[in-house]
């Protein structure tokens, strides 16, 4: 009777613990099906880049690793949000052009009203990441979390950043107090608006700078604010992804001393709508090039003043250029490739000049 009763208790206990075993699975994708859903966009770059030893975080091939791979290599995403990947592209950035940003906005707004998705994470190489950073900022109206990541050492490196800034950029992406907070960039733990954000050095780990300063910083699993944007973008622009096919082109010419008008005679001679003049100090144009600019705005081509130094300050208007006489327009605190992407879309609706110096003044 004894041994009949502790075999009776003994399967009692399996299939107790059988039951438990199935409880602690349930509970398990349960809580994985209650987390965030994020989509990967991945589109190349030095985050997908390889080395051929751990010694250089330098020289290396970028755009390799697959998006399967960039997610199986960072296993802690599966304990921030369900992540599923696809892979767009598989360039390095510089390489980037008008219909690579097109179909890219285009695939963002696509998902980001998806009741499936809650956030959006685009790894992307650094060189021009805040220019397709600014794009999605002002043309995907969604107020989910829409991030983009990239990593300036290979993940064949050692000390390689791409890992955690890829782990960052989806619990930022997964965090609902994200939301409604513009096309975000997050790197080196820090946060920061796809607005502002601007690459300052080709070769360290800490090589994006926002002027004003990051929103906020995300730091073992937690994000936090101290800013937030206060120029319109997203579901507050007026420019949106879904009904724009083409971009027009524009170019920016550099200034500096001895310059002489050729790049501007030559971009509009190829076709640009507009010429972005990175100037020096307040924007400003060498005496010998003004003719030339005022020639080409009477041509219809529409001229932005820009600046080289930019960073923490702003061009200003009628200064030492007659800005209302000559109907140009002063970029405000937008360097020149960030004046490049608003210019293009500007356009892209047929802005006037009033227009898009309103528009230099909003976004
Ligand atoms: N060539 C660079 C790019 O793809 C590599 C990088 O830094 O991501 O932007």
């Known amino acids: 009777m004894r041994l ?73 995403l599966a304990g921030v949000a369900q992540v599923r990947g696809e892979q767009v592209f598989q360039i390095a950035s510089e390489s980037f052009t008008n219909e690579h940003l097109l179909t890219l906005g285009q695939r963002v707004a696509a998902l980001a009203v998806q009741a499936d998705v809650q956030g959006i994470v685009i790894t992307h190489g650094t ?4 220019e397709t950073a600014y794009f999605l900022h002002l043309s995907v109206h969604t107020d989910k979390p829409v991030v983009l990541v990239g ?35 997050v790197m080196n733990d820090e946060i920061h608006t796809g607005r502002d954000v601007t690459k300052m050095v080709n070769i360290k780990t800490e090589a994006f700078k926002s002027p004003w300063g990051p929103l906020g910083m995300v730091v073992e699993g937690k994000s936090h604010w101290f ?38 005679k030559a ?32 041509q219809g081509v529409q001229i932005v003043r ?20 000559y109907d140009w327009v002063a970029a405000h605190d937008l360097n020149p490739q960030k004046a490049r992407i608003l210019t293009m879309l500007a356009l892209s609706q047929g802005a ?8 230099f003044m909003e976004y």
């Open 4 to 76: 009949l009763s502790s075999l009776s208790f003994a399967g009692v206990l399996k299939s107790l613990a059988g039951a438990l075993a199935a409880l602690g699975l349930a509970a398990a994708v349960q809580a994985q099906a209650v987390k965030p859903q994020v989509m990967l966009l991945a589109t190349g770059g030095t985050i997908a880049g390889a080395g051929a030893t751990a010694a250089n975080s330098a020289s290396y091939q970028a755009a390799k690793v697959p998006v399967d791979k960039l997610i199986a290599g960072v296993p802690e």
């Open 127 to 130: 060189d021009t990441l805040e």
């Open 151 to 185: 990593s300036m050492r290979p993940g064949t490196a050692l000390s390689a950043d791409g890992a955690l800034n890829l782990l960052n950029a989806v619990t930022v992406a997964a965090d609902a107090s994200a939301r409604g907070k513009g096309v975000l960039v």
């Open 227 to 264: 800013r937030a944007p206060v120029k319109r973008h997203t579901t507050g622009s007026e420019f949106d992804i879904t009904r724009i096919r083409t971009l027009p082109r524009v170019d920016i010419a550099y200034g500096h001393g001895n310059v002489g008008d050729t790049a501007y």
């Open 267 to 298: 971009f509009a001679a190829a076709g640009a709508k507009a010429v972005i003049h990175a100037g020096t100090g307040n924007g400003s144009v060498a005496a010998g090039v003004v003719p030339a600019l005022r020639e080409l705005r009477a």
């Open 306 to 325: 820009s600046a080289r130094v930019v960073g923490g300050g702003f061009v200003i208007r009628n200064a030492e250029q007659p800005d209302d006489q």
């Open 352 to 359: 006037d000049s009033k227009t898009l110096q309103r528009q």
